[in-house]
């Protein structure tokens, strides 16, 4: 309702977000609840537990593409006059979907059948390890490059801190493969960031606002934090190094191109666009493949 009855325009980015986002919840839930039917429909699963598809992602995928999509509607009011009180409505939704008439009374019931425990160790109840990572990682982009664009320092680095502190707490207690890799992964990654951002600046590729021949703090911190969705989010990276280059080419790309609709960094085409996908396939490339040989080692 606020959203249909304030007609601000939202920023594309804004809708760029949000709207997957829906999507993605509303597909989830719709594709859980058809697998379901399907299940309790056949005799002969009757008595036995649904583990394998999306439920085999989490235990309530269904509740799960739910709220995801109440919390994309919410971002997007977020960005209206006083929408981002609002937040009360997904809070309480939260709350009622996992306290009161959802996941909590559905897994006392799950409890009773004695295969809930092997499935319940294996598998997340809500929130699967890698979307914790991706929502993370881009609400402290959005954070950071906001008001870095502003000048800012401090909002920037607490947001860094914030989101990098979370992460590895969040790994090591649900993630070790992510855990183990994390610190050095960041050292590597800061190096490698540091490194193409001098090159974009001093090739004359692009600027940042606060000028100066290094580039703004705000930007390296975005580096480790990226990293760490190599072994969570971006897990698929580590398969085939195609992948990385042509997908770090893209998305870095786009990343510098929203980042110059917020005001955070100015490109200079036509060197700006080939310059910026060759560097960031490179990059994501030589990341993965180091990353590839921190998994050995740990293995070995």
Known sequence: MWIHTHPQVLPVQILGIALPIWGIGFALETIADWKLTLFQNEPSKKGKLLTDGVWGFVRHPNYLGELMQWWAIWFMAAFLPFGWALIVSPLLLTYLIVNVSGVKPLEEKMKKNADFKGYAEKTPSLVPPSLVNALLYVIAWFIMIIYGAQGSLIIPVIAAVGCYASQITYF???DSKSFHTAVPLSIVASCLGL???????HSGILAYPQGGISPPLWLLLLYPLFSLTLNSA???LNKNLALPFFLGGFGGLSSYLAGERLGA?????PLAYPGIFFSWGLFLTVLVIFNRKLIQLKRS
């Open 265 to 269: 960094v100015q490109l200079f085409p």
């Open 172 to 174: 090591a207690k649900f």
């Open 234 to 236: 971006l897990t698929y």
């Open 195 to 201: 490194l193409q951002e001098m090159v974009f600046i």
